[in-house]
Nanobody, 119 residues
């Protein structure tokens, strides 16, 4: 089992920055990938960014590429999402996720943290 707890959300102005954190516990070393997703009001949950837990591979949604950076600190079992040049359309609940062991399917989710960008 993997437990995920997000933090770092809040209210920020257009063009501002926030850094989200996701503290992971449990058998995280069995999850090949960890990522961030978001869900805006009235919309489906969408992929934001992902990183391999062992390697250095990263992947981003086109809407955030160049503005967001995903990283992780294995020693602290923590996943990060640095968000710069924030736009009102980035407003959403952001979720941390980990894949099932040996799979690319995300099966473990945090409770989410709200990010609101004011225009």
């Amino acid at each position: 089992q993997v437990q995920l707890v997000e933090s770092g959300g809040g209210l920020v102005q257009f063009g501002g920055s926030l850094r989200l954190s996701c503290a992971a516990s449990g058998r995280t070393f069995n999850s090949p990938s960890m990522g961030w997703f978001r869900q805006a009001p009235g919309k489906n949950r969408e992929f934001v960014a992902a990183i391999t837990w062992i390697g250095e591979g990263t992947n981003y949604a086109s809407s955030v590429k160049g503005r967001f950076t995903i990283s992780r600190d294995n020693a602290k079992n923590t996943l990060y999402l640095q968000m710069n040049s924030l736009l009102p359309e980035d407003t959403a609940v952001y979720y941390c996720a980990a894949s099932f062991p040996g799979s690319t399917t995300y099966g473990y989710w945090g409770q989410g943290t709200q990010v609101t960008v004011s225009s």
